[in-house]
């Protein structure tokens, strides 16, 4: 009997192995800022990104998979995440890694994984030279800060009128630095002037220095363009409004963080900003995702940081899908070759040598506690 039994599972043990391997998940790195003055950012992307792998599961997974998420948190500190993207890879052995919405923590982490050939995708840096400075593994969801940049300057332009702008930027960050930079060539390109330039530390809650200076500017100013980051912007447009500044304030994707919802009401007012999707566009596939996210945490996504860590979950699970299998050089030439991918965000393709999507920016205002749709501009 006993060696009946050994030689049915000798039969056996092909299929029970390929039915072990066909269970196994697909995992990839999943590293953010969960803590720290990025957790403003990150926290709605992972929320968006654990969203997607939900969704992802419950229609079958990917090639009969179930996919897993591998999460770190980089805890704001470019060591931290530098270490999170290593072990990642080097001991988890994923086959890719999404993840992170500043440039600057990119730009620390991401090499740890590009340069050992497998693929990052950053679901919301916008630095648009990222791809070329770390090289062919290094892919974006978001759009560059050069496409908002100038969807905002042509909004001061042709939906404010206005033709003279100062301009407020924190020197700490790649993001802003690049951000600060492109506005105000953007600006001058379509007929503006930049009538005062004051750039900030990081960590900055008074501005008292910076805001002595725009009053000594030679000529008034029809409106503000703060190049930002999320920690910044309760204390800005509150010490602007404090100060006596009436006009509209403009920033890029650094405002949209659910911190305005600190502002008063007297502070709130005509604060406009570029982001990756406007939640109360009805366009169905915005509004399942909302509905989704409102019945998995129990309340709406609190930025377009969500909607592209959502989108980035679902750009490698497309790769990983065309690609056959998880392998790290079959997932980064099928990223590659993406042409059209429906996202939340918009439609994402990757033009032949370039790995930044061009897609719409979104411009929204926040204004008596609530945000909403203006416009859309389109690159």
Known sequence: MLLRILCLLALLAPHLGAEARAVQPVRLGAVFNLTGPMAAIDVPGLEGALLAVERINVAGGVLGRPLELVVRDGKSDTQTVAAAVRDVVETQKVPAVLGLGDSTYVLAAAPEATRRGVPFLTSGATLPDLPDTLGPNLFMAAFGDDAQAEAVARFARERLQAESVVVLANRAFDFTRALDRAFRESLAKLGGRIVGHVQYNAGETAFAAELAALTRLSAPAEALFASAVPEDAVALVRSLR??????????????????????????????????HVAYDDPDPLVQRFVNDHLARYGRAPQSGFAALGYDAVGLLADAVRRAGGADSARIRDALAATTNFVGVTGAIAYPEGRRVPQKPVDILAFEDGRFRFVTEMKP
């Open 242 to 275: 404090l100060a006596g500044f009436k006009g509209p304030i403009l920033s890029g994707d650094g405002f949209d963080t659910p911190l305005l919802d600190q502002l008063g009401p007297d502070q709130a007012r005509e604060v406009y900003y570029a982001t």
